[in-house]
C-alpha cells in the first residue's frame, strides 16, 4: 500500500510539473536528481595514465563531488565508477537524496571529478557554475564545461 502511495504521488508531481507557465515566471528553486559526466581527460597533464601501478588496467575511478563553497552537498565515494573509459561512455550519477538548491542560495556552486585511488584521490577537472544561470531556459537538464571535463545536470523546477 506504501509503494501504490508513493508511486500515485510521484506521478501526481510529474502531471503538474509540466503544466507550469515558464515563459516568464523563475523558479523558486531547482531540484538537482542525477549527475553525468560526459567528458573527461583520459591522461593525467603530465601524459601518465590515471592509474598507473602495475596492479591497475590504468583507467580512472570516478568519483563526482558537487559543492557549494566549502561544503559537499554530493560526495559518495562508494558510488566511483571504476576503470572509466574516457571518450565512450557517459556515467550517471543518481542521487539517493535529491539537492534542493532555492533562488535566494548565494553559494558558489563547483563539480569536481576525481580520480578515487586508495590513498588520495587526484582531481580530474572542475566546472564552477550558477544553477540558475545554466538552467535558464528550464531545460530537463543543462550542461556544463571547463578544459578536459564536461557534466550534464537533471533538474526538475519549483516555480
Known sequence: MRN???ALLFLAVLAVIPSCSKSDEKPSALIIYKLRVNKFP???????EWDSQSYYDGEPDLQLRL?????YLYNRAPDAF????AGYYSYDFLLANAITITAEDDYSYKLSLYDLDTYNSELMGEVAFDP???AAGFQ?????????V???VFVYYIF
Not at 67 to 71: E, L, P, Q
Not at 140 to 148: I, L, R, W
Open 140 to 148: 530537463e537538464s543543462f550542461s556544463v564545461k571547463n578544459g578536459d
Open 82 to 85: 571504476e576503470d572509466a573509459t
Open 67 to 71: 559543492s557549494a563553497d566549502s561544503a
Open 132 to 134: 540558475f544561470e545554466e
Open 150 to 152: 564536461a557534466f550534464q
Open 4 to 6: 501504490l502511495f508513493r
Open 42 to 48: 583520459p591522461l593525467k597533464s603530465t601524459g601518465a
